[in-house]
């Protein structure tokens, strides 16, 4: 098994930044591909960034590209999203998720997820 802790979250004023980390431990997640989703209140969860394994190829949303940065730091098993520009529709709570797939995955498709972590950006 593999666990993931997100930390990082608050309360930040619109056009603040943050930055989320994601730890793993347990078994090694290498080889999988690390996505950060969100899902706000009354809404579906969605995928906001991915990064790949292999290449560490990373993939946005649309609504986020330009504004938040994914990384990872495989000696530290640790994922980051470094968070700018940060908008009151970017509130939401952020999972953490490992993936065993090449490309992005669909929630159907990851294999561990955190608990998540709340972002909140006031207007």
């Known amino acids: 098994q593999v666990q993931l802790v997100e930390s990082g979250g608050g309360l930040v004023q619109a056009g603040g930044s943050l930055r989320l980390s994601c730890a793993a431990s347990?078994?090694?997640?290498?080889?999988?591909?690390w996505v950060w989703f969100r899902q706000a209140p009354g809404k579906e969860r969605q995928s906001v960034a991915a990064?790949?394994?292999?290449?560490?190829?990373?993939y946005y949303a649309d609504s986020v590209k330009g504004r938040f940065a994914i990384s990872r730091d495989n000696a530290k098993n640790t994922l980051y999203l470094q968070m700018n520009t940060l908008k009151p529709e970017d509130t939401a709570v952020y999972y953490c998720?490992?993936?065993?797939?090449?490309?992005?995955?669909?929630?159907?498709?990851?294999?561990?997820w955190g608990r998540g972590t709340q972002v909140t950006v006031s207007s």
């Open positions: 990064i790949s394994w292999i290449g560490g190829h990373t």
């Open positions: 998720a490992a993936a065993r797939t090449v490309q992005p995955p669909t929630q159907d498709e990851v294999d561990y």
């Open positions: 347990g078994r090694t997640v290498d080889g999988y591909t």
